[in-house]
């Protein structure tokens, strides 16, 4: 048990040194995400000093059970994909210009526009799609009509990582969560709306109390008008991510695995890029573009966390922090409040698996399902550490010599996220 807990620290503990101070490794034109590292490493030793039996590790990954990790993968992954090729289109690029062009030189309504905007796409993508395509074109946007970056960055972050929560597909820790409770489509959105509603209300108007002064000034619109680059891409992708979303709505009533819908759309998204590709005598680029905005490093973080999860429950260590928990009068704030906390300590995705098993062996019921869903995702807002999409945002700020240390997020996220996180509570308490 001692050198179980002593390995997830250190690898926890090394995660997040690596991912603030080392988070690449660069060969040339290649490079590697290092946040996997350590608790690869971790896992490892788990394995190999028999914390986890090894024939226990393999069955947890092939069990016909809704927490299945490659299933789970298999869908982030497949929808992950869909949105890339959205992107590659130039469909988001796209939106975000008419977006600048309707604001006609009015800055809160810009404001308000790409605060929408990020939280729109978001629902019908991912958190980390928005991420990677609207923050370099706000930086770029901005730089040209010569307005302050920071409100829009911050505005587009907290939104894309507020509405992510609405469905069940915005992040893989609403996957995670959800399945741990068998949780379908249709019932997941029908909880969680009025709390991502109270979510998205607070956190612009707190976002408009920090940043109403810099809003005053007025800017010129300027800039050439933004095409979509490629049709095919465009119209095959956006109707296979609307089928893709539609089917899985209903997924419970036609029987079938939401992650068996994204990955058949997805590949037949793939089939239909080579066939356009191999006809028009295009470049495979467009695919290969598509297919490196994937985040393959999750696939070995997930599995290393997995097997820490596991060894925790092989130990006992699972059902006694369950017990505690649920010992709670409120659950939904005993599990909302130490999930939000340990989302920043050990990043969103680990606690979700972790707390997925804590959510099977306590009794605490949909209050600390759902509360847990909320805090795994605005836990994103708090730090950077709180989820992978921040420190992907940092990156990028970084990259593009904007100035945004981990100080400032911080002081910025505890103003937004400790309130939202509570109204997002209140929402729940009131559906439930």
Same mark, same amino acid.
């Given at each position: 048990?001692?050198?179980?807990?002593?390995?997830?620290?250190?690898?926890?503990?090394?995660?997040?040194?690596?991912?603030?101070?080392?988070?690449?490794?660069?060969?040339?034109?290649?490079?590697?995400?290092?946040?996997?590292?350590?608790?690869?490493?971790?896992?490892?030793?788990?394995?190999?000093?028999?914390?986890?039996?090894?024939?226990?590790?393999?069955?947890?990954?092939?069990?016909?059970?809704?927490?299945?990790?490659?299933?789970?993968?298999?869908?982030?992954?497949?929808?992950?994909?869909?949105?890339?090729?959205?992107?590659?289109?130039?469909?988001?690029?796209?939106?975000?210009?008419?977006?600048?062009?309707?604001?006609?030189?009015?800055?809160?309504?810009?404001?308000?526009?790409?605060?929408?905007?990020?939280?729109?796409?978001?629902?019908?993508?991912?958190?980390?799609?928005?991420?990677?395509?609207?923050?370099?074109?706000?930086?770029?946007?901005?730089?040209?009509?010569?307005?302050?970056?920071?409100?829009?960055?911050?505005?587009?972050?907290?939104?894309?990582?507020?509405?992510?929560?609405?469905?069940?597909?915005?992040?893989?820790?609403?996957?995670?969560?959800?399945?741990?409770?068998?949780?379908?489509?249709?019932?997941?959105?029908?909880?969680?709306?009025?709390?991502?509603?109270?979510?998205?209300?607070?956190?612009?108007?707190?976002?408009?109390?920090? *940043?109403?002064?810099? $809003?005053? +000034?007025?800017? =010129? /619109? !300027?800039? @050439?008008? %933004?095409?979509?680059?490629?049709?095919?891409?465009?119209?095959?992708?956006?109707?296979?991510?609307?089928?893709?979303?539609?089917?899985?709505?209903?997924?419970?009533?036609?029987?079938?695995?939401?992650?068996?819908?994204?990955?058949?759309?997805?590949?037949?998204?793939?089939?239909?890029?080579?066939?356009?590709?191999?006809?028009?005598?295009?470049?495979?680029?467009?695919?290969?573009?598509?297919?490196?905005?994937?985040?393959?490093?999750?696939?070995?973080?997930?599995?290393?966390?997995?097997?820490?999860?596991?060894?925790?429950?092989?130990?006992?260590?699972?059902?006694?922090?369950?017990?505690?928990?649920?010992?709670?009068?409120?659950?939904?704030?005993?599990?909302?409040?130490?999930?939000?906390?340990?989302?920043?300590?050990?990043?969103?995705?680990?606690?979700?698996? *972790?707390?997925?098993? $804590?959510? +099977?062996?306590? =009794? /605490? !019921?949909? @209050?600390? %399902?759902?509360?847990?869903?909320?805090?795994?995702?605005?836990?994103?807002?708090?730090?950077?550490?709180?989820?992978?999409?921040?420190?992907?945002?940092?990156?990028?700020?970084?990259?593009?010599?904007?100035?945004?240390?981990?100080?400032?997020?911080?002081?910025?996220?505890?103003?937004?996220?400790?309130?939202?996180?509570?109204?997002?509570?209140?929402?729940?308490?009131?559906?439930?």
């Amino acid at each position: 048990m001692i050198l179980l807990i002593t390995c997830f620290i250190i690898a926890v503990v090394g995660m997040i040194a690596l991912l603030l101070f080392y988070p690449k490794i660069t060969f040339r034109s290649f490079s590697i995400d290092t946040f996997w590292m350590p608790p690869f490493l971790g896992a490892i030793i788990v394995l190999a000093t028999k914390s986890l039996d090894f024939t226990t590790f393999l069955k947890g990954l092939t069990a016909p059970t809704a927490m299945n990790p490659l299933e789970i993968m298999a869908l982030f992954f497949s929808m992950t994909f869909l949105s890339a090729i959205l992107d590659e289109s130039g469909f988001f690029e796209w939106l975000a210009n008419k977006a600048a062009k309707g604001a006609k030189g009015n800055q809160f309504l810009l404001f308000l526009l790409f605060t929408l905007l990020a939280g729109v796409l978001t629902i019908f993508t991912s958190n980390d799609i928005v991420i990677i395509t609207l923050t370099p074109f706000l930086i770029a946007f901005c730089k040209k009509t010569h307005i302050d970056p920071v409100p829009y960055l911050v505005a587009e972050y907290v939104s894309a990582n507020t509405y992510s929560m609405l469905l069940v597909i915005g992040n893989p820790t609403n996957i995670y969560l959800s399945s741990a409770e068998n949780i379908d489509f249709l019932s997941y959105l029908k909880v969680m709306a009025l709390p991502t509603l109270f979510a998205g209300i607070s956190s612009f108007v707190l976002l408009l109390l920090l *940043f109403h002064r810099k $809003l005053k +000034v007025p800017f =010129t /619109a !300027g800039g @050439e008008e %933004i095409h979509i680059k490629d049709h095919f891409l465009f119209v095959s992708s956006f109707v296979l991510l609307l089928s893709c979303i539609l089917l899985m709505a209903i997924s419970s009533y036609i029987n079938l695995p939401m992650w068996l819908i994204s990955l058949s759309a997805a590949l037949l998204l793939l089939i239909l890029i080579l066939i356009y590709v191999l006809v028009s005598k295009k470049s495979f680029r467009i695919l290969g573009d598509g297919v490196k905005r994937l985040p393959f490093s999750l696939f070995p973080f997930l599995l290393s966390m997995f097997a820490f999860v596991l060894a925790f429950d092989q130990n006992g260590l699972t059902k006694e922090i369950a017990t505690w928990l649920s010992s709670f009068s409120s659950p939904l704030l005993s599990y909302g409040i130490s999930s939000f906390l340990t989302a920043n300590i050990m990043n969103n995705i680990p606690m979700s698996v *972790f707390y997925s098993t $804590l959510l +099977v062996e306590g =009794t /605490a !019921g949909k @209050e600390a %399902i759902y509360s847990t869903i909320i805090s795994s995702d605005i836990a994103a807002i708090f730090s950077p550490v709180g989820a992978l999409a921040g420190m992907m945002w940092m990156s990028i700020l970084k990259e593009k010599k904007i100035s945004f240390s981990f100080f400032k997020f911080v002081a910025y996220g505890a103003i937004i996220s400790i309130p939202t996180l509570f109204l997002s509570f209140l929402g729940l308490y009131l559906v439930l």
